[in-house]
């Protein structure tokens, strides 16, 4: 498995921005698609975006269609998403997490076998 860090999470106004980064060490992040997911105190975890191994695919979910963003740049082994126009309600935990076997892009978190330890977005009011 890699090891996931990520950064960039805080204290943001309704409709400011924030840049999450999702860092990757013990190996390679460029074989591997990489997804964005968050859980909101006392839900479910949540699929937000995710992102192919060649940063050439995308896919989101539709909560944050049009207002996130998730790149890749594998010469650094980080994923990014950026999140514009935020709301209250994308307030959550954020986690990002590698699928090394999918062939195709997934929003089911049992298809990722590496998980970061998460960072907190809080959108207020």
């Known amino acids: 498995q890699v090891q996931l860090v990520e950064s960039g999470g805080g204290l943001v106004q309704a409709g400011g921005s924030l840049r999450l980064s999702c860092a990757a060490s013990?190996?390679?992040?460029?074989?591997?698609?990489v997804g964005w997911f968050r859980q909101a105190l006392g839900k479910e975890r949540e699929f937000v975006a995710t992102?192919?191994?060649?940063?050439?695919?995308?896919y989101y979910a539709d909560s944050v269609k049009g207002r996130f963003t998730i790149s890749r740049d594998n010469a650094k082994n980080t994923v990014y998403l950026q999140m514009n126009s935020l709301k209250p309600e994308d307030t959550a935990v954020y986690y990002c997490?590698?699928?090394?076997?999918?062939?195709?892009?997934?929003?089911?978190?049992?298809?990722?076998?590496?998980w970061g330890q998460g960072t907190q977005v809080t959108g207020s009011s």
């Open positions: 992102i192919s191994w060649d940063g050439g695919s995308t």
């Open positions: 997490a590698a699928d090394p076997t999918t062939p195709g892009l997934s929003s089911w978190p049992g298809d990722y076998d590496s």
């Open positions: 013990g190996r390679t992040l460029s074989h591997n698609n």
